[in-house]
């Protein structure tokens, strides 16, 4: 939708719409996590890139 779409509407449709798109937001987010076929290496990855970092910074010292 455009903006003019939303101007025209009342307040309280408003707050019903951003909540309407935060609903179908979490449910997209879901859906993209659940197809992924193995999750854990997100997690393993955010930890290396974590553990690469403290030793960059450690070394800089």
Excluded: C, W, Y
Excluded at 1 to 13: D, I, N, Y
Excluded at 35 to 61: G, M, S
Aim: aromatic letters at 4%; proline letters at 2%; a positive charge.
């Amino acid at each position: 939708m455009k903006a003019r779409s939303f101007r025209v509407l009342s307040k309280e449709e408003l707050k019903e719409k951003l909540e309407g798109l935060k609903k179908q937001l979490m449910e997209l987010q879901f859906k993209r996590r659940v197809k992924v076929e193995k999750p854990h290496l997100f997690k393993q990855t955010k930890k290396d890139i974590a553990r690469i970092l403290t030793v960059l910074n450690e070394i800089h010292r």
